[in-house]
């Protein structure tokens, strides 16, 4: 069954406001990353996180380090440029094997 | 900087056709991956690979080969291409940690 539950699938922000995604995991993972997906189909990776929290910018992520079973990604003071379709994937217990999320589509506007 | 490039970029075959995707990485990773993602959902793990000569099975195998020919390379092949296989492909490589993604080559089977 599906390992890694994204929430919420869609989003639409006004400039300037704040808001957070998740991940929950149906099992315990080994770490998580994520990426935002551009209207072109490129892949940009944002984090990649084995523990604990990270921040870069306006964007902050966090892995639960206790039980492993979810992942946020905050968004401080949305821009139009942070438009896209983001995607968890987490690292399963075997090594190197990532399953994604189905994605949250966030829309930022003016 | 970690690179992973891919080719073509942009393919399109007729139904029967014969194709190959390309992957190379210069990060001397370990590990390299094929991935499919379909219209409104995350990425799918097709096969992968722990070194040269080495080949894993993933989540959605069916119809595709690769081969690693070496410790840059990795190749997937489609021998039948069917419609169900038009998609995004997304080749990464990674050392048991963060996985780096190529650009991807959108596949078109007719």
């Known amino acids: 069954g599906d390992q890694v539950e994204q929430s919420p699938s869609a989003l639409s922000l006004h400039e300037g406001t704040d808001s957070a995604l998740r991940c929950n995991f149906t099992t315990t993972m080994r770490s998580v990353q994520w990426f935002r997906q551009n209207s072109r189909g490129s892949l940009i990776s944002l984090f990649y996180?084995?523990?604990?929290t990270k921040e870069n910018g306006r964007l902050k992520s966090a892995f639960d380090s206790k039980e492993r079973r979810y992942s946020t990604l905050h968004i401080r003071d949305a821009q139009l440029e942070d438009s896209g379709t983001y995607f968890c994937a987490a690292e399963t217990q075997v090594v190197g094997q990532l399953t994604f999320g189905s994605g949250t589509r966030l829309q930022v506007y003016a | 900087e970690a690179a992973v490039t891919q080719s073509p970029r942009n393919k399109v075959t007729v139904t029967g056709g014969n194709v190959t995707l390309s992957c190379r990485q210069t990060n001397s990773h370990n590990y390299m991956y094929w991935y499919r993602q379909d219209t409104g959902h995350g990425l799918r793990l097709i096969h992968y690979?722990?070194?040269?000569?080495?080949?894993q099975i993933g989540d959605v195998p069916d119809g595709y080969k690769a081969t690693r020919t070496t410790q840059e390379d990795f190749f997937l092949l489609l021998e039948l291409a069917s419609p169900s296989q038009t998609s995004l492909y997304f080749c990464a490589s990674s050392d048991e940690g963060e996985q780096y993604f190529g650009p991807g080559t959108r596949l078109t089977v007719l």
């Open positions: 690979s722990y070194g040269a000569g080495n080949l």
């Open positions: 996180l084995a523990s604990g």
